[in-house]
Every structure is written in structure tokens, then in C-alpha cells.
């Protein structure tokens, strides 16, 4: 595997299910990674837009260990992805689901993701942050 190779979820219900991120690279800018001393809301310095991470094979344990919603249920719509709704979903450790939008793209005033925020809270809370 390259450095710059798609990461690639496997559903553990159906391993034959898997999504990658493809030319998404939105958790790169929302999340926080304190091994690279990189804020949330701010493009980390080794992601590249068409690449995807410059340092994959040496990425920090923290984006090693973190896959957005969006891989992680298959079910979920395709345009739900994180770059087309402006934000990533995520579960974090209490079991809540988290939407961090991309505050450059309007956050949740972007139509799309308002569509994703009314449809997530009918199955289950819903929280909103700029950070994680």
C-alpha cells in the first residue's frame, strides 16, 4: 500500500460492504490532532486535496484510529459524505452522535447538511460542535 492509497472501512456486519474516502479528506480539516499540535477547523499541513494524507504510512495513532460515520455504516446515503454535506459525523467515546461542521461552508446552515441533521435527529440525539 502507498502512502497516499485510499483508506478503506470493511463493515464488520458484511465484510463484502466497505466504503473508502476517496477524495474526501474533510476529517483533516474539522478534527483536532494534538501529535501534529493541529486545531480542529484548520487544514492539517499534510493533507493534499487530490491526494489525501502525504504522511499516511507515518500518520499520528489518532487519525489511525478514527474513521467518520460515513465509512463505518455503508447504509448511510453516498451523499452523505463528509465532503459533500460539509461536515463529519462522528461517534465519540460517551456514545454521542457528533456533527462538526466545516465552518467554512456556512456549518449548519448549509442546505445539504441541514437535510442530514433532520433525518439524524428522528433515530437518535444529535450533537452539534466545531470541535473534537
Not at 466504503?19 to 476529517?27: I, K, P, Y
Not at 484510529?65 to 461517534?91: E, G, N, Y
Request: with cysteine.
Amino acid at each position: 500500500m502507498s502512502e497516499h492509497d485510499t483508506f478503506r472501512v470493511v463493515n464488520s456486519a458484511n465484510p463484502h460492504e466497505q466504503r473508502a474516502c476517496g477524495t474526501c479528506t474533510l476529517c483533516c480539516k474539522v478534527m483536532m490532532v494534538a501529535e501534529l499540535q493541529k486545531p480542529a477547523q484548520r487544514w492539517c499541513r499534510h493533507a493534499d486535496p487530490k491526494l489525501g494524507c502525504t504522511i499516511y504510512a507515518e500518520r499520528p495513532q489518532s487519525c489511525r484510529d478514527f474513521s467518520c460515520q460515513w465509512l463505518l455504516h455503508p447504509s448511510m446515503p453516498t451523499s452523505w459524505q463528509p465532503s459533500r454535506i460539509h461536515a463529519v459525523l462522528h461517534v465519540n467515546l460517551k456514545d454521542e452522535l457528533l456533527v462538526i461542521p466545516d465552518r467554512a461552508y456556512g456549518g449548519i446552515h448549509e442546505p445539504r447538511l441541514n437535510e442530514v441533521i433532520n433525518a439524524l435527529v428522528k433515530i437518535a440525539p444529535v450533537t452539534i460542535t466545531e470541535a473534537v
